[in-house]
C-alpha cells in the first residue's frame, strides 16, 4: 500500500499538521487501538467516549500519526473540524492518485456477496482491491480505499446505508466507473419510510458517477424495473428476462448451481458451488462488470467456477451427523425467504432456527408474521429467537406446523439445550437471523 505524508493528507482535508511532522509517512488507517497496526493512521471518532481519550494508546501500538480535532500531547497529528469528513476526503484524493477504475455495488440483500463475485471475476484480468468484511459505511469504506495497494487497477467497493444521503457520500467517495443496484428490498425501511425511500436512497449511488458510467441494475427486482427518474448514466439490466442485456436460463440446482448466462449472441456457462438460485442475480452482476471492463467469457466462466463465498454467508457443513446451514451474517425478509428456500431443497428433517430482522420500523409485526408462515411451508420445525420470536412462532402455527413443532426464546443458551434435545441424527439445521442477533452464539451452544 501507498505511503502518505501528513503534509500530502493535511492538503487533501484542509486539514494542518506541525512542521516538524509534515514529512511523517502513514499507509492505512483504522479507528480501532484493539487491532490498529504499526504505521496506520489512526481516527479518531466520537462514539460512546471521545476518541481523543484513545490517542496515547494507539501510539503505543505503532499509530504513525493521528487525524483529530484537537491536540492531545506531542505527537504527529492533522487537526481537522470533522475527523470522519476528512477521512473521506483523503480516501477520495487517494483513489485518484492510483488512479484505479473503481466499481460501486449497493443493494438491500446480497451486496457483499455480489462484491466478492465481482471481485473474483475481475481479479482473473486485473490486480484488484476491494473492501473486506463490512467495511461498507463512511468509515470503513475510505479506511479499505487507504488499505489499497498502490499498483491497483480495480478497487470493488461495497456501499451500505440506513439512512438517506449516505450512499450519496460514498458516491462521492469513490466515484463508480461502473455502479451496481442488486436489489431493492425492505431492509433499513425504518429509517427510510417505504421501499420506494430505500430506492431513491440506492439511487444516490450515481451522484459521484460520471454522466457516460454505465449503472448495472437488476431487472428482475420491480423497483428498478420501473424507475420513477431515469438517471443520465447509460443502464444496462440483467437478469431472468431476455430483455435484460446480461440474462440467464437452463438455471438448474444439484450438487452445483449451473445456468447459461446470454449477453447477445454471446454464451457463458456457469457452473457454482453454492445452494440456492438466488444467487444467478449476484453472478448476472458480476458478469455484466467483466464485460463491461473487458473480462474474456472464458476467463469469468472460469472465475465463478472457482467462487467461494465469504464466512458466516450459507456455509454448509457437517457437524457430527447434523447438516449445518449457518447464514448468520445478516438477514432480512428477503434473505430470510431465499436462506428456507436452500433449507426446503435439502433431503431430510428441517429444522430453522431464525432470529429476528432488524430496521424493519412499523413493518416488523406483519414482517415477522409472514415469516413464521413461510417457515411452516418449508421446514419440520421452528426456533424462533428474539423479541418478535413469539411472532413469527404464531405466524408458523397460523402457517400450519403443528403448536409442538414450534418454540420461541429470548436466550441462546435456553435455545440451544432445547434445540439438542429435538434434533436427531440427519437433521439439516439453517441458523439465520441480523448480525445484531448474533445467531452464531446459539450454533456454538448447540455445538458444545
Sequence with gaps: MAKITLKQAAAWCDGTVEEKYENVEFFGANNDT????????????????????FIPMAMEK?????????????????????????????????LKRIGCKTVGVTGSVGKSTTKEMISTVLESTYRIAKTPANHNNDIGMPMAVLSMPEDTEVAVLEMGMNHFREIAYLSEIARPDVGVIINVGTMHIEFLGSREGIRKAKMEIVEGMAPDAPLLLNGDNDLLRELEEVPAQPITYF????????????????EFLTFTAH???????????????????????AIAVGLKLNVTPEKISEALAGFQNMAGRQEIFKAGEYTIIKDCYNAGPESMAAALNVLAGRKGRKIAVLGDMLELGTSAHPEHYKLGRTAAQKADLLFAYGPHGQVVADGAITGGMAEGCVFAFTDHETLAAALKRAAKPGDILLFKGSRGMHMEISLEYFLK
Design 263 to 285: 449477453h447477445g449472441a454471446l454464451e457463458i456457462p456457469v457452473k457454482m458451488a453454492l445452494e440456492g438460485e438466488h444467487f444467478v442475480a449476484d453472478a448476472l452482476a
Design 62 to 94: 505503532g499509530a504513525a500519526a493521528v487525524l483529530c480535532s484537537r491536540k492531545v500531547g506531542d505527537f504527529p497529528a492533522i487537526y481537522v473540524e470533522d475527523p470522519r469528513i476528512a477521512l473521506g476526503q483523503i480516501a477520495r484524493e487517494e
Design 34 to 53: 484493539r487491532i490498529i497496526k504499526e504505521g496506520q493512521l489512526f481516527i479518531v471518532l466520537q462514539g460512546a467516549r471521545d476518541g481523543h481519550d
Design 239 to 254: 437478469g431472468s428476462d431476455s430483455g435484460c442485456e446480461v440474462w440467464a436460463d437452463k438455471v438448474q440446482q444439484g
